[in-house]
Nanobody
Framework: QVQLVESGGGLVQPGGSLRLSCVAS????????MGWYRQAPGKERELVAI???????NYADSVKGRFTISRDNAKNTVYLQMNVLKPEDTAVYYC?????????????????WGQGTQVTVSS
């Protein structure tokens, strides 16, 4: 069982910045992809950004040039630096981690989700 704890959400004015963090803990052999998703009221959850174990990144078109995803493998942590925030960025942001765990001598690929952190962009 792996737990993800997110932090860094809050209320910010348009044009402002926030930095989200997500720490993974538990029975982790290794971590593969780490990512951030978001879900606004009345909308489906969407991918915001993803970073692979090789530090390759991919972003939703709506956040390219404004958001930066990074990871600290020593701390099992993924970050999302959000700059030039817009009201349409308002959503609950969820951390997502694909990891390998060892169970009975076998390596299993699993996925875990964080509980979500609210980001509100408003004047």
């Amino acid at each position: 069982q792996v737990q993800l704890v997110e932090s860094g959400g809050g209320l910010v004015q348009p044009g402002g910045s926030l930095r989200l963090s997500c720490v993974a803990s538990g029975s982790i052999f290794s971590i593969n992809n780490m990512g951030w998703y978001r879900q606004a009221p009345g909308k489906e959850r969407e991918l915001v950004a993803i970073i692979t174990s090789g530090d390759n990144t991919n972003y939703a078109d709506s956040v390219k040039g404004r958001f930066t995803i990074s990871r600290d493998n020593a701390k099992n942590t993924v970050y999302l630096q959000m700059n030039v925030l817009k009201p349409e960025d308002t959503a609950v942001y969820y951390c997502n981690v694909y990891y390998n765990s060892v169970d009975g001598g076998l390596i299993n690929l699993r996925v875990s989700w964080g509980q979500g952190t609210q980001v509100t962009v408003s004047s």
